[in-house]
């Protein structure tokens, strides 16, 4: 069984924080039934995909690339949408009585989902 040391990567992938990201969005794959590049020696996920990187078997620019796509939020409400929710929130008669500050968290409230507290 071949030992794969962080100094294997560093050439493929200079900064040790993103390797570390890297390959643990590798590892995940791994784990999750990806096929593997490099033959396992019953190591676990994370030496594998480290094992993976140093052997130039995945290549760091696609696995930066698919670690920003898993971790980008798609907002599929149109501006529209948005705009009535803000109209029929402003039409509602309980929010007549509220102070500015109150209407203001509501309506981000609304905008982040329901995300924090509204009143």
Request: proline content about 3%; some cysteine.
């Amino acid at each position: 069984m071949a030992r794969v040391t962080v100094e294997d990567c560093v050439d493929k992938v200079p900064n040790r924080f993103s390797l570390v990201l890297l390959a643990a969005h590798r590892a995940r794959a791994i784990s999750t039934g990806s096929e593997l590049t490099v033959d396992r020696d019953n190591d676990k996920n994370p030496v594998v995909a480290l094992r993976e990187i140093a052997d130039d078997g995945v290549e760091p620019n696609g696995l930066r690339e698919a670690l920003i796509t898993t971790l980008q939020r798609v907002d599929e409400r149109t501006e529209a949408e948005e705009e009535a929710e803000t109209l029929a929130l402003l039409a509602d008669p309980q929010h007549m009585h509220m102070s500015e500050q109150e209407l203001v968290r509501a309506l981000q409230s609304d905008r982040d989902g329901g995300q924090e507290d509204r009143y």
